[in-house]
């Protein structure tokens, strides 16, 4: 039998992949061009949606070419020593990238033998190799996945843009959720990024899911479709349920399919969604049912006024959490959210 090619392992380019074309295309050929229109983009969304795993997508195509330069960044760590650890690893990896004196020049300060800079010397030496890649027509893309709003954040921002204005070539991907990234554009002293374009993950095709679940599964398309009605989109239940469909098949009945669907969704992505909300958007949500629900309705149950309702509907449609409907309705985004939910 073969095996299953459906994976729920995060940030890994899954096998069966519905392509984010428009996306892909845009940051690949915004960043290819003679004179990019931004050299930085941020990748927005909710757990579970795809951030990392378009990321990836991106560099890999990217570090096809021989011209680019990519660094994988931690956030955990601090970013600017990070950077000149790995950016260091990967010049000494390209042959005559970096003359023989490099060496010594920046041995005093520890990079190379596992020591830690300082973080002016981490600036200097990230300075001296971006110079170096220059030289050789090297682009450099630097990746963050999951960013926080942090000190170390900031500081890391402000240096990039004097890079910027140094016109190294040198680009930036990160990915985060809605609340820290707003928190970082809001942030009068990273400017530059408020400028920068950032991509708001849409759910995926559900044409594409149908097509898929119909040619892996040998079922006809109304019977896909079901399915790929079910994960509305998301990338994560695209991943899960057609694990479980793999597995239980046409056998099992679809309820208890869904009832796996429903476990895994929670350990994977909703419980920690959960965690990060407040309680009034708790309540809000626990107003809507599995049908679009009359926002009305929901700040009657509430004793909610409309200019506060909205306040709170914004960021949980930002947040990919909340679908606005016509006519003053709203809906969930995520799949079996309210099954989920509904037993915390
Ligand atoms: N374009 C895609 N096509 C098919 N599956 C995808 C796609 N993008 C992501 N997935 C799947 O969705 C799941 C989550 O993807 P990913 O790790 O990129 O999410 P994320 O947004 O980075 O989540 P988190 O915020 O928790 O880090 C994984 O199982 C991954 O394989
Ligand atoms: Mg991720």
Redesign the pocket.
């Known amino acids: 039998m073969k095996s299953n090619p459906f994976?729920?392992?995060?940030?890994?380019?899954?096998e069966?992949?519905?392509?984010?074309y428009e996306n892909t295309d845009m940051i690949l050929s915004t960043f290819s061009s003679e004179n990019p229109l931004s050299h930085t983009y941020l990748i927005e969304?909710?757990?579970?949606?795809?951030?990392?795993?378009?990321m990836?997508?991106i560099s890999q195509q990217l570090s096809a070419g021989k011209e680019w330069i990519i660094v994988d960044l931690n956030s955990t760590r601090g970013l600017m020593d990070d950077l000149a650890h790995r950016l260091y690893d990967s010049c000494s990896n390209i042959p005559k990238l970096l003359d023989k004196g490099f060496n010594v020049s920046i041995a005093g300060v520890g990079i190379g033998i596992g020591g830690s800079a300082g973080f002016q010397d981490s600036i200097s030496i990230i300075t001296k190799l971006l110079s170096a890649a220059k030289k050789k027509n090297k682009k450099i893309l630097i990746t963050i996945?999951?960013v926080m709003h942090s000190k170390d954040m900031r500081e890391f921002a402000s240096q990039f843009q004097i890079w910027l204005r140094q016109d190294f070539d040198i680009f930036l991907i990160m990915?985060g959720?809605y609340k820290n990234m707003n928190a970082i554009q809001n942030d009068p002293a990273l400017t530059f990024l408020l400028r920068s374009p950032r991509i708001i993950?849409k759910p995926?095709s559900i044409r594409q899911i149908t097509s898929q679940y119909e040619e892996i599964f040998e079922i006809d398309e109304p019977s896909a479709m079901e399915l790929a009605e079910i994960t509305k989109g998301y990338?994560?239940a695209?991943?899960?349920l057609g694990t479980l469909y793999w597995e239980f098949g046409k056998e099992t009945p679809l309820d208890s399919i869904l009832k796996k669907l429903d476990d895994l969704l929670e350990d994977f992505?909703y419980k920690?969604i959960w965690e990060s909300l407040s309680d009034v958007e708790r309540d809000i949500i626990g107003c809507i049912n599995t049908d679009k629900t009359k926002v009305l309705t929901i700040r009657n149950q509430l004793s909610m006024a409309s200019g506060t309702f909205s306040k709170y509907r914004d960021n949980l449609v930002k947040s990919g959490i909340l679908m606005p409907e016509s006519h003053g309705y709203v809906s969930l985004a995520l799949p079996r959210f309210y099954e989920v939910t509904r037993l915390f």
């Open positions: 994976s729920l392992t995060f940030g890994k380019h899954p069966k992949y519905i392509s984010r969304g909710v757990r579970g949606s795809g951030k990392t795993v378009l990836t997508t996945d999951e990915t959720l993950l995926l990338a994560l695209f991943q899960a992505a920690k």
